[in-house]
């Protein structure tokens, strides 16, 4: 019945969706099992250029790429597709904090916007910037850094303020 919905919405339009954690990270532990990934995730520099022009042209510090918020990101945007869902929360319950963790981040004010639909990723930052929640969540002050995930057109952008 999910996935039957999930389809519905995506055949009418790009989905999108943003997820913000207005303080500290999660303390709770994730589960015993947890995915590393087990390859590193490349930067996509057109991507990159896209997100640091927004964040710039809104009087912010460019955000910075981090391979294990790009991990956390690209095992959940494989997840996603491999399962059939699109969601900040994980099948198996985990949370993108939870999930950051188990790659070894933490953070003081992590964010996490999904897009499903777009033709590439710098196109997912023109529509989140026009979304008034994923929006904020590329405002983040401060020192900030970034992953990203791409599992066909599903996209997942973790970012993270520096602690």
């Given at each position: 019945?999910?996935?039957?919905?999930?389809?519905?919405?995506?055949?009418?339009?790009a989905l999108l969706a943003g997820c913000d954690d207005t303080g500290m990270a999660s303390s709770g532990t994730a589960p015993a099992v947890v995915a590393r990934a087990s390859a590193s995730v490349a930067p996509d520099a057109e991507f990159e250029a896209a997100l640091n022009a927004f964040r710039t042209q809104n009087g912010l510090?460019?955000?910075?790429?981090?391979?294990?918020?790009a991990a956390a990101a690209q095992l959940h945007a494989e997840d996603m597709q491999a399962n059939g869902y699109f969601d900040h929360r994980s099948l198996?319950?985990?949370?993108?904090?939870?999930?950051?963790?188990?790659?070894?981040y933490r953070s003081?004010?992590?964010?996490e916007n999904l897009a499903w639909g777009q033709r590439n990723a710098a196109r997912a930052v023109t529509e989140w910037a026009g979304s008034?929640?994923?929006?904020?969540?590329?405002?983040?002050?401060?020192r900030?850094?970034?992953?990203?995930?791409?599992?066909?057109?599903i996209y997942v952008l973790e970012l993270a303020r520096v602690c």
């Open positions: 019945m999910r996935l039957m919905s999930v389809l519905a919405m995506a055949a009418s339009a510090q460019p955000a910075t790429y981090n391979p294990r918020l198996d319950g985990r949370t993108y904090t939870q999930r950051l963790a188990a790659q070894g003081c004010w992590p964010t008034p929640k994923h929006h904020r969540n590329m405002m983040l002050q401060g900030v850094e970034y992953g990203l995930g791409q599992a066909g057109n």
